[in-house]
């Protein structure tokens, strides 16, 4: 297995996993470390990989670095084949990956959910940040960068990864804080709305060395209580990707797309999910 960091893209030959491997050039590119197309293989004997595996799997490789190799920016590719189910062989690469990228769909066969088995399953167990990815990129405006906040560890890298992705993609961010509300509060809009104040004013002041730091980041921030979700379901549309902890990982993936969408052509936002506590 392959030590070197680099963003790794789970391939397969679906569009949605072109998708992501084209999603992913900008991330390596800006580490300055190589995209690594990886396209995990089930032989067909069960053990060993034949030599109508090899060519199947082969056209699969190609096919991905073409349209890699298409979008025209500079980047080092490195392709992996590699026996073994698509879970099992992503979640090894994500032990020295920068970052793991998946399709929404396409590395099952016959997946009917919003994401499919594969990818929800990298999502929760990958050592690094999983990318869970709808679209190609394409729209002339990205869409806006949401990133779910507390007071905790976590709260802080996703607010400095959300910082990181906006200025990469030129797009605007929207700072979510979350805050635990018990249950009388949240019957009382009055209450409600004193804290989500508060919680607002609290962020905008964490936020001022970022604004100094970087004068063309757009950032706004926003409180709720509870969780992000509700705020995702709410504001689709102008998403373009959301990052969340590791913690939201399961929830997250519920709405990404709902049953009988088509992500890709229906525009669905992308989601980074950052690394768990314990992550190497």
Same mark, same amino acid.
């Given at each position: 297995?392959?030590?070197?960091?680099? !963003? !790794?893209?789970?391939?397969?030959?679906?569009?949605?996993?072109?998708?992501?491997?084209?999603?992913?050039?900008?991330?390596?590119?800006?580490?300055?470390?190589?995209?690594?197309? @990886?396209?995990?293989?089930?032989?067909?004997?069960? $053990?060993?990989?034949?030599?109508?595996?090899?060519?199947?799997?082969?056209?699969?490789?190609?096919?991905? !670095?073409?349209?890699?190799?298409?979008?025209?920016?500079?980047?080092? !590719?490195?392709?992996?084949?590699?026996?073994?189910?698509? $879970?099992?062989? &992503?979640?090894?690469?994500?032990?020295? $990956?920068?970052?793991? *990228?998946?399709?929404?769909?396409?590395?099952?066969?016959?997946?009917?959910?919003?994401?499919?088995?594969?990818? $929800?399953?990298?999502?929760?167990?990958?050592? *690094?940040?999983?990318?869970? %990815?709808?679209?190609?990129?394409?729209?002339?405006?990205?869409?806006?960068?949401?990133?779910?906040?507390?007071?905790?560890?976590?709260?802080?890298?996703?607010?400095?990864?959300?910082?990181?992705?906006? &200025?990469?993609?030129?797009?605007?961010?929207?700072?979510?804080?979350?805050?635990?509300?018990?249950?009388?509060?949240?019957?009382?809009?009055?209450?409600?709305?004193?804290?989500?104040?508060? @919680?607002?004013?609290?962020?905008?002041?964490?936020?001022?060395?970022?604004?100094?730091?970087?004068?063309?980041?757009?950032?706004?921030?926003?409180?709720?209580?509870?969780?992000?979700?509700?705020? &995702?379901?709410?504001?689709?549309?102008? %998403?373009?990707?959301?990052? @969340?902890?590791?913690?939201?990982?399961?929830?997250?993936?519920?709405?990404?797309?709902?049953?009988?969408?088509?992500? &890709?052509?229906?525009?669905?936002?992308?989601?980074?999910? *950052?690394?768990?506590?314990?992550?190497?």
């Amino acid at each position: 297995m392959q030590t070197s960091p680099a !963003v !790794v893209v789970g391939i397969d030959g679906s569009r949605f996993a072109t998708a992501a491997a084209i999603w992913a050039i900008d991330e390596a590119a800006s580490r300055d470390i190589p995209l690594r197309l @990886v396209h995990a293989v089930t032989p067909t004997d069960g $053990a060993h990989l034949d030599a109508d595996d090899l060519a199947r799997a082969g056209r699969v490789v190609q096919s991905a !670095v073409a349209a890699v190799e298409a979008n025209g920016k500079p980047v080092k !590719v490195e392709t992996q084949i590699t026996p073994g189910r698509a $879970a099992h062989v &992503l979640r090894s690469q994500s032990r020295d $990956a920068a970052l793991l *990228c998946v399709g929404s769909s396409g590395l099952t066969h016959g997946g009917s959910g919003p994401v499919d088995r594969t990818a $929800a399953a990298v999502a929760l167990t990958a050592s *690094c940040p999983v990318a869970i %990815i709808h679209s190609a990129g394409t729209n002339s405006k990205p869409g806006w960068v949401v990133v779910e906040v507390n007071d905790s560890p976590a709260g802080e890298l996703v607010l400095r990864t959300g910082v990181e992705e906006a &200025l990469l993609r030129g797009a605007a961010l929207r700072v979510v804080a979350t805050w635990p509300s018990r249950y009388p509060d949240i019957h009382d809009d009055g209450a409600v709305a004193n804290k989500n104040r508060s @919680v607002k004013a609290q962020w905008e002041r964490r936020l001022a060395p970022w604004r100094l730091r970087h004068p063309e980041l757009e950032v706004h921030a926003v409180a709720t209580p509870g969780s992000i979700l509700n705020y &995702l379901a709410r504001h689709r549309d102008p %998403i373009g990707l959301a990052i @969340v902890p590791h913690e939201r990982a399961a929830g997250v993936a519920e709405l990404l797309a709902p049953r009988g969408r088509d992500p &890709l052509r229906d525009g669905c936002f992308d989601v980074l999910i *950052c690394e768990p506590d314990n992550a190497p």
